[in-house]
């Protein structure tokens, strides 16, 4: 069953439209060189928060306005562009926002929360502790708590796979990251609501195997670490309603290296000069992966975002793979 209508999906997008206009979806022809597959990159690093996940906290956000259950404020826990994602939405309509990050987190994308008007606290060694701890704090403070997975969250998100199967109806394949789910299952909604016959291909890091051990086994099978320098597929504890989706509606689930994922930062800086995060640059090195079977095809990669600390960049373009 599809967790929203067209005419949801519709109005959602124009609510996203208050901020984030459509972001490019470009065929780099040096790209199609180095793969053999015409590759189109989807930008969502293009946002005002360099992310996709701009898109569902707006959605979020203004359902509850509009239902007239607005709260006192907002908590989450993140690795960053949930938050930010989080942060903007509440400054939309004026209200605060407490974000949750673990120690060592992204300095760069905890000033981009704060620059959002949003507090920042740093609990927790992983983002999982850090959403146990968000739990806690919303008792105390009252706020309501907004998940990292939640059909407006992903409705919102949706709004890009619209764009991009709208401008690109005969794509063959798309490659995204699978974090806590919300892109992967709005991809794989609009797909069928169009009635596409793409594959839709999750990405997760071979050192964060939570979504993909549990897409074999057919059920969530958390793990004990995530230890990726691709902050955005850190899970360790998949949820039972993204993985139905995408058990459903996914072709396969490919792990990626770490090596992977910086040789991709690389070759997408490179080859489109945009610059990628982990998570934004899987898509692409699970592709190098599958290019074989892909030779002569049309495909899709999400650049889900670009919000890369500097340090880490310039260790990946200098040639190196980062630790988590």
Same mark, same amino acid.
């Given at each position: 069953?599809?967790?929203?209508?067209?005419?949801?999906?519709?109005?959602?997008?124009?609510?996203?439209?208050?901020?984030?206009?459509?972001?490019?979806?470009?065929?780099?022809?040096?790209?199609?060189?180095?793969?053999?597959?015409?590759?189109?990159?989807?930008?969502?690093?293009?946002?005002?928060?360099?992310?996709?996940?701009? %898109?569902?906290?707006?959605?979020?956000?203004? %359902?509850?306005?509009?239902?007239?259950?607005?709260?006192?404020?907002?908590?989450?826990?993140?690795?960053?562009?949930?938050?930010?994602?989080?942060?903007?939405?509440?400054?939309?309509?004026?209200?605060?926002?407490?974000?949750?990050?673990?120690?060592?987190?992204?300095?760069?994308?905890?000033?981009?929360?704060?620059?959002?008007?949003?507090?920042?606290?740093?609990?927790?060694?992983?983002?999982?502790?850090?959403?146990?701890?968000?739990?806690?704090?919303?008792?105390?403070?009252?706020?309501?708590?907004?998940?990292?997975?939640?059909?407006?969250?992903?409705?919102?998100?949706?709004?890009?796979?619209?764009?991009?199967?709208?401008?690109?109806?005969?794509?063959?394949?798309?490659?995204?990251?699978?974090?806590?789910?919300?892109?992967?299952?709005?991809?794989?909604?609009?797909?069928?609501?169009?009635?596409?016959?793409?594959?839709?291909?999750?990405?997760?890091?071979?050192?964060?195997?939570?979504?993909? =051990?549990?897409?074999?086994?057919?059920?969530?099978?958390?793990?004990?670490?995530?230890?990726?320098?691709?902050?955005?597929?850190?899970?360790?504890?998949?949820?039972?309603?993204?993985?139905?989706?995408? %058990?459903?509606?996914?072709?396969?689930?490919?792990?990626?290296?770490?090596?992977?994922?910086?040789?991709?930062?690389?070759?997408?800086?490179?080859?489109?000069?945009?610059?990628?995060?982990?998570?934004?640059?899987?898509?692409?090195?699970?592709?190098?992966?599958?290019?074989?079977?892909?030779?002569?095809?049309?495909?899709?990669?999400?650049?889900?975002?670009?919000?890369?600390?500097?340090?880490? =960049?310039?260790?990946?373009?200098?040639?190196?793979?980062?630790?988590?």
């Amino acid at each position: 069953m599809a967790l929203f209508t067209r005419q949801e999906l519709d109005d959602a997008t124009q609510i996203v439209r208050s901020i984030v206009p459509p972001t490019p979806a470009y065929a780099w022809p040096l790209l199609a060189r180095r793969t053999g597959v015409d590759v189109v990159v989807k930008h969502e690093n293009h946002t005002p928060t360099g992310s996709f996940k701009a %898109r569902g906290g707006l959605v979020f956000v203004e %359902r509850l306005r509009r239902s007239g259950r607005l709260p006192n404020g907002l908590i989450t826990a993140t690795r960053g562009n949930h938050g930010q994602s989080v942060a903007i939405a509440a400054r939309q309509v004026g209200i605060p926002a407490l974000i949750i990050v673990p120690h060592g987190n992204s300095l760069e994308k905890n000033a981009a929360m704060k620059a959002l008007g949003a507090e920042v606290v740093v609990a927790g060694r992983d983002f999982d502790e850090s959403r146990a701890i968000a739990a806690e704090l919303q008792a105390e403070r009252g706020y309501l708590s907004v998940p990292s997975f939640h059909r407006d969250l992903v409705m919102g998100v949706a709004s890009y796979a619209l764009e991009l199967f709208t401008s690109h109806d005969d794509l063959d394949a798309v490659f995204v990251p699978i974090g806590m789910g919300s892109g992967i299952c709005g991809l794989i909604t609009v797909r069928d609501m169009l009635g596409l016959k793409t594959d839709i291909i999750g990405v997760v890091a071979e050192k964060a195997p939570a979504f993909s =051990a549990s897409f074999e086994m057919g059920r969530p099978m958390p793990t004990e670490s995530a230890a990726t320098f691709a902050d955005g597929m850190a899970c360790r504890d998949p949820q039972p309603e993204p993985l139905e989706i995408i %058990r459903a509606g996914a072709s396969a689930v490919v792990k990626v290296t770490e090596d992977e994922i910086a040789e991709a930062i690389r070759a997408l800086y490179t080859d489109t000069h945009n610059l990628a995060e982990g998570a934004g640059a899987a898509p692409l090195a699970a592709l190098q992966q599958c290019r074989d079977r892909l030779s002569g095809k049309r495909v899709a990669v999400i650049q889900t975002g670009g919000n890369i600390d500097m340090p880490i =960049a310039t260790q990946v373009l200098n040639g190196l793979t980062p630790s988590p």
